[in-house]
């Protein structure tokens, strides 16, 4: 059977990993994000996924990573290095993106806003936004030519939705899903419209401001867990891929893949 390409993404909540063989993602899994995880514990939670997906890890030939958590980075690192045998190539600045950083300072940029970025230009070769609902919900912006312009951070749907349960003693946990009406007539319903409908706005108005302030038109593709969600109460979003980060790990291992592997030390 063919080699295939294993990404991964770290981030605040969640270890996601897809498997793409060729261009074709074909299985995706994740863990929790847990910070005081060893290599080798790291390991055996990465062989038994493999395992459970029915994949041979002899097949996995070459491996990607970016991460927004520092500490975990050269230890899932090591953690494939002890799997497979070889280190992955992880997303930093020395990479070729294809992307320009325009930013006060490049380093300051998540490495998986740039991965958003670089899988987003590529689609659309034209001025992009990415609103990415992860554990912030952030706003990428891309120019047509191709210059990674910064963006806007928000707290994300989760976190304020634990900051406001924790802080009001009379509310209890909800499921985060749409409310029959915008108007809620219990207090599950007012919450559930609130963040699904504020979001949504929030995603509008902000979308106006932005491409208001850039001076050109822009795509605008959302991505991350509750990306589908949100977007079907927006005006702006024209897209959803809730893969859209894997694809670009993907997109920056075959740019990049001459360099070969960097082994995890």
Not at 184 to 191: D, K, P, S, V
Not at 232 to 257: C, F, K, W, Y
């Amino acid at each position: 059977m063919p080699p295939v390409l294993l990404v991964v993404d770290i981030g605040n909540t969640n270890v996601v990993f897809g498997i793409y063989d060729d261009r074709q993602l074909v299985r995706t899994f994740r863990f929790s994000t847990v910070r005081g995880r060893t290599a080798d514990e790291h390991g055996v939670l990465l062989h038994q996924m493999l395992t459970l997906h029915g994949l041979d890890t002899k097949r996995v030939e070459s491996a990607i990573l970016a991460s927004v958590v520092p500490p975990l980075t050269d230890v899932m690192a090591l953690a494939i290095q002890h799997v497979f045998g070889h280190g992955p190539l992880i997303v930093s600045p020395g990479l070729d993106t294809g992307i320009t950083v325009v930013y006060d300072n490049p380093k300051d940029v998540g490495a998986d806003r740039i991965v958003n970025a670089v899988a987003a230009y590529d689609r659309v070769h034209a001025g992009v936004i990415v609103v990415d609902f992860g554990t912030a919900t952030t706003f990428d912006c891309v120019s047509p030519k191709a210059e990674y312009l910064g963006g806007v951070i928000v707290p994300g749907i989760q976190v304020s939705l634990d900051a406001l349960l924790g802080n009001a003693a009379k509310l209890t946990r909800i499921e985060i899903a749409e409310a029959p009406r915008v108007v809620g007539q219990n207090t599950t319903h007012a919450i559930q419209s609130g963040v699904v409908n504020g979001y949504a706005s929030l995603v509008d108005g902000l979308v106006d401001k932005i491409t208001a302030e850039l001076g050109f038109p822009c795509d605008v593709i959302a991505t991350g867990g509750l990306a589908a969600l949100i977007s079907r109460h927006t005006r702006s979003v024209q897209s959803v891929d809730e893969h859209l980060t894997l694809d670009g790990l993907r997109i920056l291992h075959a740019r990049n893949s001459t360099r070969g592997q960097t082994q995890a030390s």
